[in-house]
């Protein structure tokens, strides 16, 4: 489709008793996109799911479980007593979890006493007795440890320096004469002192023998309840994960209802429906309330806010999983305006153009085309979230493949289709080729220039579809200036096309005549003139409403403007043809270093390898740069020609929406 799908806007009075069965259908069913909502506090429910659903999170990341899945299905949300068999099943799982997690408490702890133990006994003295030593001075703390060598050197054979761990911490001991030197030294190194821990200082010999055997078997404790840990996985995951996506879409409805008008007996919820759901979601209204419930549709036309601007109507696009797949480069530069046209078709069509022009190779191609096919089928885990995008690469990878044969290209070998392409051209031209089209001027660059022609004939078209785009959708929100008297209006069209005529014509050789002066002349006049005309039309006075001033240095800019575009969005096609250029000395480079390094011993491995590599480079470094470029391309020539203002995406209410 090229327009959004036409919305109605709903009022729906629900009863209290229905309210709950209302709100679950609608996040089941994904129809709505509430709106009129008021700013609440949380409700005490809400909160007392959220604190339920933290506890299953705890318990299902100590049982090892999987993230808890952002999308329910299917969701509902909690019913009479499934509060109580949550908590229950809290209660059976928790006195397990606590006991798992003391053990490893346990265990951090006696390694942590361990390892301070061992710091200490490095020391080889007996710490008990060293506090009662009258003729020794000595410090423990810690320094940085690169600042240690100083320190050593600055105090020379006055004091010991004993380095107790890798991290800075050192016990220095002098004589008690000494200690003013030894206290002055490690100041200038920024010593920070300490003391020894009284546990470490009291702790016999063979307590720590105890400590040892302790930590061991708290280990095989620890070993043998992963078994546990499994067993209770495979006996509660499924419930988890099912009460959690009761809790979520419970939390969901209940901060919903908590933002609706309402009355004692009654809820007022309002919002945008599609029209394709309109007969199915009124008639399962009805039927899940037995008819207790108030319905009132109204046109987009008919609502006030909407007619008068203030308030957007949601647009919602309909595609088929390809045209889809490429939705996100048109929603991350912003929605269209409700009942203008829907780019989206035209930016997977010129995507997989450019991208295949600039990224021309059989077997490159071939790849996208595999990588694509694994997203679809969405075996490994970490790609399934990619799996949308999965026509782009398969569609991208066959246009490549395609171009590619065009360019004599495979894996960057120039040489591997010439046979097929000279048995080709010999039939279907009456006389061989290497190659249909020559992208690198070994023969002159007159092919170079017609492909770079062909190029700017590309951007031409693009541009020339924006430039209509705009001109339909201004006229469609009664803007008449922008329809008409604006660099994307029909004015600003009319120069766009007759100055790419009368280009074509000065390079095959016809200079510009007075005629085309004037005609070039004549629009930018009128683009100078595009307010006080514009007001004209539409009988909106005065003619000048910012004053003289402000209208020339307007018009000025408007002109300017017009003819700098004009120039920049026809040449930065140029850029097409030189990333594909580039692409071609890329393979060629490639396959150069390969024959270079192929006369070394192993040379053939070595060959290979080098392919390998360097295919496997362009791939990822070349075909995420041209993917840029396309964007680009797209959000600056295109998109910029008709995204004057930007509309509203449809976001009904759903249960698979963000939990916090």
């Known amino acids: 489709m090229i327009f959004s799908v036409g919305m109605k806007k709903i009022d729906l009075l629900i009863l209290k008793t229905d309210i709950d069965a209302v709100l679950e259908y609608l996040g089941r069913s994904r129809s709505i996109q509430i709106s009129d909502r008021i700013e609440e506090g949380r409700p005490e429910i809400r909160k007392r799911f959220e604190d339920l659903f933290g506890k299953l999170e705890a318990a299902a990341r100590f049982l090892g479980m999987p993230e808890l899945p952002d999308d329910p299905e299917p969701a509902r949300i909690p019913r009479d007593g499934d509060i109580a068999e949550i908590e229950e099943l809290l209660s059976r799982v928790g006195d397990k979890v606590q006991q798992g997690k003391g053990l490893e408490e346990y265990q951090l702890q006696l390694q942590g006493t361990l390892e301070e133990v061992g710091v200490f006994r490095r020391l080889g003295l007996p710490l008990r007795e060293l506090e009662a030593v009258t003729y020794l001075t000595y410090r423990i703390g810690k320094l940085k440890p690169e600042l240690l060598p100083e320190l050593r050197k600055a105090l020379g054979v006055r004091a010991l320096i004993i380095e107790l761990d890798d991290k800075g911490l050192i016990f220095a001991a002098s004589s008690k004469k000494g200690r003013f030197a030894l206290d002055t030294e490690l100041k200038a190194v920024g010593f920070k002192e300490s003391s020894f821990p009284k546990e470490v200082v009291d702790l016999p010999p063979e307590v720590v023998a105890g400590i040892e055997k302790e930590l061991e078997k708290t280990r095989a404790e620890i070993r043998g309840w992963e078994e546990k840990k499994a067993l209770l996985r495979r006996l509660y995951e499924k419930k988890i994960g099912e009460y959690a996506a009761v809790l979520q879409a419970g939390m969901l409805?209940?901060?919903?209802?908590?933002?609706?008008?309402?009355?004692?007996?009654?809820?007022?919820?309002?919002?945008?429906?599609?029209?394709?759901?309109?007969?199915?979601?009124?008639?399962?209204?009805?039927?899940?309330?037995?008819?207790?419930?108030?319905?009132?549709?109204?046109?987009?036309?008919?609502?006030?806010?909407?007619?008068?601007?203030?308030?957007?109507?949601?647009?919602?696009?309909?595609?088929?999983?390809?045209?889809?797949?490429?939705?996100?480069i048109v929603f991350s530069y912003g929605a269209p305006l409700y009942g203008t046209l829907d780019p989206t078709p035209l930016v997977s069509v010129f995507f997989v153009l450019l991208f295949a022009v600039m990224f021309g190779d059989v077997g490159q191609g071939f790849v996208g085309v595999l990588a694509g096919l694994a997203l679809k089928r969405g075996n490994l885990a970490p790609l399934r979230k990619w799996k949308k995008y999965a026509p782009i690469f398969i569609t991208v990878g066959a246009a490549c493949m395609c171009t590619g044969f065009l360019y004599g290209s495979f894996f960057a070998d120039e040489n591997a289709l010439v046979p097929l392409t000279r048995f080709l051209t010999k039939t279907l031209l009456g006389r061989p080729m290497d190659r249909f089209i020559h992208l690198l001027p070994s023969g002159g660059i007159s092919k170079l220039v017609a492909f770079f022609g062909f190029t700017l004939g590309v951007g031409f078209l693009i541009?020339?579809?924006?430039?209509?785009?705009?001109?339909?959708?201004?006229?469609?929100?009664?803007?008449?200036?922008?329809?008409?008297?604006?660099?994307?209006?029909?004015?600003?069209?009319?120069?766009?096309?007759?100055?790419?005529?009368?280009?074509?014509?000065?390079?095959?050789?016809?200079?510009?005549?007075?005629?085309?002066?004037?005609?070039?002349?004549?629009?930018?006049?009128?683009?100078?003139?595009?307010?006080?005309?514009?007001?004209?039309?539409?009988?909106?006075?005065?003619?000048?409403?910012?004053?003289?001033?402000?209208?020339?240095?307007?018009?000025?800019?408007?002109?300017?403007?017009?003819?700098?575009?004009?120039?920049?969005?026809?040449?930065?096609?140029?850029r097409v043809g030189a990333f594909a250029l580039s692409h071609a000395v890329l393979s060629l480079i490639v396959f150069q270093m390969a024959e270079l390094i192929s006369s070394l011993p192993g040379g053939g491995l070595l060959r290979l390898l080098v392919i390998i590599v360097g295919n496997a480079l362009i791939i990822v470094l070349e075909g995420l740069i041209v993917s840029i470029q396309v964007i680009r391309l797209q959000y600056y020539e295109f998109f910029s020609k008709f995204f004057t203002e930007t509309g509203t995406e449809f976001k009904p209410f759903e249960f698979s929406a963000p939990r916090h």
């Not at 007996?265 to 029209?275: D, H, M, R």
């Not at 759901?277 to 009805?286: A, F, H, K, N």
């Open 463 to 574: 541009n020339s579809i924006g430039i209509f785009i705009n001109i339909y959708n201004r006229f469609k929100v009664r803007d008449w200036r922008g329809a008409v008297f604006a660099k994307t209006g029909i004015v600003g069209a009319f120069l766009f096309w007759y100055a790419a005529w009368v280009a074509v014509r000065a390079a095959l050789g016809h200079m510009p005549g007075t005629v085309d002066y004037v005609f070039l002349i004549a629009p930018l006049v009128l683009l100078f003139w595009g307010e006080p005309l514009s007001n004209l039309v539409s009988r909106r006075r005065p003619l000048l409403a910012e004053g003289v001033f402000p209208f020339l240095m307007e018009g000025l800019v408007e002109v300017m403007e017009s003819v700098s575009s004009l120039v920049s969005n026809s040449v930065s096609f140029l």
């Open 253 to 328: 409805v209940e901060e919903l209802k908590n933002s609706l008008q309402s009355t004692e007996s009654a809820f007022k919820l309002s919002g945008w429906l599609p029209v394709d759901r309109q007969e199915e979601t009124l008639r399962d209204l009805e039927s899940l309330t037995g008819g207790r419930i108030a319905i009132r549709v109204y046109d987009a036309g008919e609502v006030e806010a909407s007619v008068g601007g203030r308030k957007k109507i949601p647009v919602k696009l309909r595609h088929g999983s390809f045209v889809r797949a490429f939705s996100d």
